[in-house]
């Protein structure tokens, strides 16, 4: 069976990526295994290679469609684990770590999973059936000044008071449990030239507020750093402003050495950088991969390499 989420830029994540062909190496964000699978086979038979997802059904598609090597690992994990696994998989340092952040094809379209507002499905919006709200429960219960927050933080939606305020009229009359429904209550309240770009806004806001996505992508980074070894690499895919943001602020902390405000007279902080950034600005993907791939349109990788201890 072919793979049925075309990876975002694949030959760029790979260069990045592997240094050494029998290192390890965690794809972190398994998906449909469209990188996982073409990073196996850039190593040699003595690697190791972890995939991982919160998704169970993401990790169960790759168990039952993809051949993969019986020394490899795959789990159903969010990557905020990524310390623990590696530790419990019995490698503590690490030679690669990839992200590709977002959702797959597989997911988003699913109408079962209420990513989408293209069709009309359940709201539930969850990456992983242990998340405990749903889009849905949220939505139902959250007052407008935490919605507000939601819509104006992890959307930058403008209208964002007057769609909660909509969305807490409607749910007097009856419980808000279908994507379509929300829908039709954002573009009516919403009054925007652009319905689409405003329903992605809010879809978003909910999605990265429901699966805490900053919080844990913030936990995850540091963790990785943390057991890269001397030279490892970690490759970062980012579809959206909010997560690039993180991605880039983490990247440059790490490649710092003093990260005292920049009033200090003195260094208080004594921070050392732990690693160099190998893309001073992120890559993208080119007008032919965007042809033929409309979903790579908004992607940003971002790549660093551990310095050794002895490195200045
Ligand atoms: C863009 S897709 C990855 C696609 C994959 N690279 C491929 O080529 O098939 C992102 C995947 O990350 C998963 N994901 C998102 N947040 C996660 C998290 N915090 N922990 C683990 N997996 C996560 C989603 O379930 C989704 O399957």
Redesign the pocket.
């Known amino acids: 069976m072919t793979?049925i989420?075309?990876?975002?830029l694949?030959e760029n994540s790979l260069q990045y990526l592997i240094t050494r062909p029998d290192g390890v190496y965690v794809?972190?964000?398994?998906?449909?295994?469209?990188?996982?699978t073409e990073i196996g086979k850039r190593l040699s038979p003595t690697a190791f290679l972890l995939g991982?997802?919160?998704?169970p059904t993401?990790v169960e598609y790759c168990r039952t469609f993809l051949s993969i090597s019986q020394k490899y690992l795959l789990e159903i994990?969010?990557?905020?684990n990524i310390k623990s696994l590696c530790f419990r998989a019995g490698f503590p340092k690490v030679t690669g770590i990839?992200f590709?952040?977002?959702?797959?094809s597989?997911?988003l379209d699913n109408p079962q999973r209420g990513f989408s507002f293209n069709s009309d499905g359940p709201l539930d919006m969850r990456?992983?059936p242990e998340i405990p709200v749903s889009a849905s429960d949220f939505i139902n219960s959250a007052s407008v000044e935490t919605m507000t927050k939601t819509f104006w933080n992890y959307g930058e939606e403008r209208s964002a008071k007057r769609i909660a305020r909509a969305i807490e009229f409607a749910r007097t009359q009856k419980p808000i449990e279908m994507t379509a429904e929300l829908a039709t209550i954002v573009v009516k309240s919403a009054h925007s030239s652009f319905p689409n770009k405003t329903l992605s806004r809010i879809f978003q806001a909910i999605r990265i507020q429901i699966?805490q996505?900053l919080e844990?992508?913030e936990s995850?980074l540091q963790q990785a750093i943390e057991i890269l070894e001397p030279n490892g690499r970690l490759v970062v895919?980012s579809?959206h402003s909010l997560e690039d943001r993180i991605v880039k602020k983490f990247m440059k902390r790490e490649s710092t050495d003093c990260i005292c405000p920049p009033d200090f007279p003195i260094c208080q902080c004594h921070h050392r950088a732990s690693a160099e950034i190998l893309t001073r600005k992120p890559v993208e993907p080119s007008e032919k991969e965007i042809k033929s791939n409309s979903r790579a349109r908004s992607a940003r990788l971002r790549a660093l390499r551990k310095k050794d201890a002895n490195e200045a």
């Open positions: 793979c989420h075309t990876p975002v694949l794809d972190c964000t398994l998906g449909t295994g469209g990188h996982f991982m997802d919160a998704d993401a994990s969010n990557f905020s990839m590709d952040l977002g959702m797959s597989f997911a990456f992983s699966n996505e844990v992508l995850a895919i579809y």
